[in-house]
């Protein structure tokens, strides 16, 4: 059974810099975030292939987060600048082991790690 074992969140202001950690104890297909918020539905946020490094990004996110890996630690990074009051959630780290047809869909994924607390302050 593959394990993800992520790391970071915390609580923060509006504008700040937080960094997101997750690693596999295996070798995944594709590793990415979703997150969410009370009540509402796991929203993707960003993915990356481990082979190619292609990556994914919801427009919420784009052009303030980056994803990134490191293969030979199994290990996805989440860097999010610019962090926004609409950022506040809890973030999942997400795997799956084989190419998933839609990148953006959390049934598509196999393996979750717990959520990591996200807070965004004014």
């Known amino acids: 059974q593959v394990q993800l074992v992520g790391r970071g969140g915390g609580l923060v202001q509006a504008g700040d810099t937080l960094r997101l950690s997750c690693t596999a104890s295996?070798?995944?297909?594709?590793m990415g975030w979703f997150r969410q918020v009370p009540g509402g539905e796991r929203e993707f946020v960003a993915a990356?292939?481990?082979?190619?490094?292609?990556?994914y990004y919801a427009d919420s996110v784009k052009r303030r987060f980056t994803i990134s890996g490191d293969n030979a630690k199994n290990t996805v990074y989440l860097q999010m600048d610019i962090l926004k009051l609409e950022d506040t959630a809890l973030y999942y780290c997400?795997?799956?082991?084989?190419?998933?047809?839609?990148?953006?869909?959390?049934?598509?994924?196999?393996?979750w790690g717990p959520g990591l607390q996200v807070t965004v302050h004014s």
């Open positions: 295996g070798r995944m297909y594709v």
């Open positions: 990356i292939e481990r082979i190619g490094g292609k990556l």
């Open positions: 997400a795997a799956s082991d084989s190419p998933p047809s839609v990148y953006t869909d959390s049934n598509q994924y196999t393996f």
